[in-house]
């Protein structure tokens, strides 16, 4: 089957594509690179004797805009998804390959206004946690719900730019739902979680993990924690492990960057980060290895499973995070 995925929310084209991968017990392939493009016969092949197929194809619709290929690629028992931001309609190849009835097109498009607190209410269920009605508001704000840019043709709105991304959303809700720890999430708490602040701390953690300064480190994890106004000590620890987890995320994401060349522009654009806050992780991820970086991901995420399931005392827990970064 062949699929395009298009629009500007590509958390949903990404979960959109994993859920695929895992209800079809499918093995998952990314390209994004048009110098290491798969050929046609990679994509439609299919071997008896292994799993099927996800073959994931970021940026490159244009490379395969041909009629003769989409039948081809359409008549693959893989599955074959193209993920596009936007096509430029001007381009004949383009405008047809929209009209090309081999090709399952679907939209993404980021929840506008009060669509965004819809989509956090129900982001936290899917965490298992309980939200007010007043803090989805507030979280919204925080976001930039009300900040979107309207671009106007001939008085009617012909685009509409919007000052978040839903990995933000997602991030933010999850720090939220480990903070809580089970009670409902009011207003209070959106307030007085200082997410930038946090993410601060994580990564001068993650700083000095790449340093190998194991002393600095735990410095840096014990003043997190005096600091940390979470309701208990395991509850704080956490949301240490979630917040360092997420740091070491933003590291891989910019690592693919790197590798793909991607213009500091275009990230910025995709993540919506400030060019200081880029700076800083591309000096970060230019000290870690990529293996090491997706090894401390796996271990921080099954160590986040324990943390919310074992009775073992926090400190315990404290100790554990740091085994798993040195």
């Given amino acids: 089957m062949l699929t395009l995925l298009i629009g500007p929310d590509d958390f949903t084209k990404k979960e959109y594509v994993f859920q695929l991968a895992k209800k079809q017990q499918a093995d998952l392939e990314f390209f994004r690179n048009p110098a290491a493009l798969p050929s046609l016969e990679e994509l439609t092949q299919q071997n008896l004797f292994s799993k099927p197929k996800v073959f994931v194809l970021e940026g490159l619709v244009e490379k395969f805009a041909s009629p003769d290929i989409t039948v ?23 405008k047809n390959l929209l009209a090309d009835k081999n090709i399952a097109a679907k939209e993404f498009v980021l929840p506008h206004g009060k669509e965004l607190d819809k989509w956090i209410g129900e982001r936290a269920k899917f965490f298992g946690a309980k939200i007010s ?3 989805i508001d507030a979280l919204a704000k925080k976001l930039g719900r009300d900040e979107f840019k309207e671009t106007r043709f001939g008085g009617k709105v012909a685009e509409v730019k919007e000052a978040f991304n839903l990995w933000q959303a997602d991030s933010e809700i999850k720090k939220l739902a480990d903070f809580s720890r089970g009670e409902e999430i009011r207003e209070d708490a959106v307030e ?21 300064n194991k002393l600095e480190s735990l410095n840096l994890l014990h003043g997190f924690l005096d600091t940390e106004s979470g309701t208990d000590e395991k509850g704080s620890i956490i949301m240490l492990n979630a917040l360092l987890a997420e740091q070491f995320r933003n590291v891989a994401m910019v690592q693919d960057f790197l590798q793909d060349r991607t213009p500091d522009a ?30 401390f991901l ?28 040195f």
């Fill in 192 to 212: 007085k979680l200082s997410f930038e602040n946090f993410e601060v701390d994580a990564l001068s953690i993650v700083n000095a993990i790449a340093d190998g």
């Fill in 133 to 135: 009605l007043k803090a």
């Fill in 266 to 295: 275009e990230i910025l654009e995709k993540t919506s980060w400030k060019p200081g806050r880029l700076f800083i992780i591309k000096k970060v991820a230019g000290r870690f290895a990529q293996k090491k970086v997706m090894d």
């Fill in 72 to 94: 081809k690629l359409a008549k693959s028992k893989n599955e074959i998804i193209f993920i596009e931001e936007k096509l430029d309609k001007r381009k004949a190849n383009l």
């Fill in 298 to 325: 796996g271990k921080l995420e099954h160590l986040d499973e324990e943390l919310k399931t074992s009775s073992t005392p926090p400190k315990v827990l404290l100790d554990m995070i740091v085994a798993q970064l």
